[in-house]
């Protein structure tokens, strides 16, 4: 889970609402790939642990059709964290090791080539 300060990090940001809100589902997924892998560095987990965790969650077990699509949107985050990784550090980097600050970083990153187009 994002912590408040995080939160208040993010939203410190002169980024518009939808990339704020970008931010904060990414910073989600993040945290959520950090404890399905139980560590806050390396690889995604590998999609049958993403959703043997999924199944494993309560509110969400009972629903297949929102556990598949809940752990497609898992992975999908999981690789596009690792691809912000890689541009972050200009070469090979694991995903689940970014912050929120990384994040925040590549975002006004990607603000600013807009603005420069």
């Given amino acids: 889970m994002i912590s408040p300060a995080e939160l208040t990090e993010l939203e410190a940001t002169l980024l518009p609402a939808l990339e704020r809100h970008h931010l904060r589902l990414l910073g989600h997924g993040l945290r ?8 806050p ?12 965790w999924c199944l494993e969650q309560a509110p969400i077990a009972d629903d297949p059709a929102f556990v598949e699509a809940f752990a ?3 992975e999908a ?3 596009q964290l690792t ?5 972050v550090a200009g070469g090979p980097r694991e995903g689940l090791s970014l912050d929120l600050s990384d994040l925040i970083a590549w975002a006004q ?3 600013d080539l807009r603005v420069s187009l």
């Fill in 32 to 39: 959520t790939l950090q404890v399905i892998a139980g560590q």
């Fill in 41 to 52: 560095q390396g690889p995604p987990p590998a999609p049958e642990a993403i959703r043997r």
């Fill in 72 to 74: 497609a949107q898992l």
């Fill in 77 to 79: 985050t999981g690789a």
């Fill in 83 to 87: 691809a912000i990784a890689n541009e």
């Fill in 109 to 111: 990153r990607q603000a």
